[in-house]
């Protein structure tokens, strides 16, 4: 263990698009932990979009972050010193902690991660909280039925992926919108999506058209946008869209102004639901043990996009608005062993 601990910063606050501008990289000593507490060494830390709306200064349903201050977000790290009963050196845990080399806890919101079980870094995708946001944005409802119709949008992403494959196991017609060939391929070829719409290439409202040609009955919804108005079209008689992100409108300096869908959900019976994971948080064990089964038996699929080096950690967060990962986006601060 070094004397330095590297810490990442919130600069500034971005003003549309972020730029590396808006953070700092600065070095400190390693903090000593008190009695109750423990150090721990970041081994992968997780980017997620929704961090960017933290970025604004404006409290949402999360406190938003300071400049001049570490971020914080999910993090899979090692025990390197303990004074906590509850912990031994050595174990592997997961919660929401700095960008940082080493930090310190109290324990109380960690989880242990069994590393014989699931290769830890699953602990922030598939068997974190976003595979824990496809379950429940989909199952709690979505309320899948078998020979229903699907359609996700970002669904090449860490929600996406995940919401894709359950929707198939519940016996649905799953369509996923992506926006690279090698992440269609990725979708159907591999993950068994039964049509994928590129939509940089293909015409969205004449692919959705040609693809749900009995029309959208869930809509599972991380990107929002013109992408979003083409779907709401074609939702069925008691369809349920799922507002899970709105990536596509997070960097805008001015909201977009687009279509006033209430009529097209009362002529619908339709239902169009907002959530945030935290809202299953007393669940939370229930969908980690589900996921963790899957995976065990091979239902599911994951894959994860990993950028080495602390230092490149705002490169891969700006890189999620650019449609760079496949799958989850990781940084990789220190090895394992």
């Given amino acids: 263990?070094?004397?330095?601990?590297?810490?990442?910063?919130?600069?500034?606050?971005?003003?549309?698009?972020?730029?590396?501008?808006?953070?700092?990289?600065?070095?400190e000593g390693v903090p000593e932990p008190a009695d109750g507490e423990l150090l721990i060494q970041t081994i992968y830390l997780s980017v997620d979009p929704y961090m960017r709306g933290r970025m604004t200064g404006v409290r949402t349903y999360i406190s938003p972050f300071d400049t001049g201050k570490v971020l914080t977000g999910g993090v899979v790290g090692k025990v390197v010193v303990s004074r906590n009963p509850n912990f031994e050196k050595g174990e592997m845990v997961t919660g929401n902690l700095?960008?940082?080399?080493?930090?310190?806890?109290d324990g109380k919101y960690l989880r242990k991660l069994d590393p014989e079980a699931a290769p830890v870094s699953t602990a922030l995708g598939i068997a974190g909280m976003p595979g824990?946001?496809?379950y429940f944005g989909l199952l709690d409802i979505g309320k899948p039925?078998?020979?229903?119709?699907?359609?996700?949008?970002?669904?090449?992403?860490?929600?996406?992926?995940?919401?894709?494959?359950?929707?198939?196991?519940y016996g649905c017609r799953v369509i996923g919108i992506a926006g690279s060939e090698k992440k269609t391929s990725y979708l159907q070829q591999e993950l068994g999506f039964d049509a994928v719409i590129n939509?940089?290439?293909?015409?969205?409202?004449?692919?959705?058209?040609?693809?749900?040609?009995?029309?959208?009955?869930?809509?599972?919804?991380?990107?929002?946008?013109?992408?979003?108005?083409?779907?709401?079209k074609r939702i069925n008689y008691k369809a349920r869209i799922i507002l899970c992100g709105q990536i596509s409108q997070y960097n805008l300096k001015q909201p977009e102004q687009g279509p006033r869908l209430q009529g097209q959900l009362i002529q619908r019976s339709a239902?169009?639901?907002?959530?945030?994971?935290?809202?299953?948080?007393?669940?939370?064990?229930?969908?980690?043990?589900?996921?963790?089964?899957?995976?065990?038996?091979?239902k599911l699929q994951y894959r994860e996009n990993v950028v080495n080096g602390l230092e490149n950690a705002p490169?891969?967060?700006?890189?999620?608005?650019?449609?760079?990962?496949l799958g989850k986006q990781l940084v990789k601060v220190a090895d394992e062993q």
């Fill in 1 to 27: 263990m070094t004397n330095t601990n590297r810490c990442i910063l919130l600069a500034s606050r971005p003003e549309g698009m972020p730029d590396e501008g808006n953070f700092e990289l600065v070095e």
């Fill in 315 to 325: 490169q891969a967060f700006i890189g999620l608005f650019h449609g760079e990962n």
């Fill in 199 to 232: 939509y940089r290439t293909e015409n969205m409202k004449e692919a959705v058209k040609q693809h749900c040609p009995d029309g959208v009955d869930i809509y599972f919804d991380n990107v929002g946008g013109p992408i979003s108005d083409m779907v709401m």
């Fill in 98 to 105: 700095p960008w940082a080399d080493y930090s310190l806890s």
């Fill in 145 to 169: 039925q078998p020979g229903e119709t699907v359609v996700i949008s970002g669904a090449a992403g860490a929600v996406g992926t995940v919401a894709g494959q359950i929707a198939k196991l």
């Fill in 271 to 298: 239902l169009m639901q907002g959530f945030i994971v935290s809202d299953y948080a007393d669940r939370h064990a229930e969908g980690i043990k589900q996921l963790g089964q899957w995976l065990k038996d091979g």
């Fill in 132 to 134: 824990l946001t496809a």
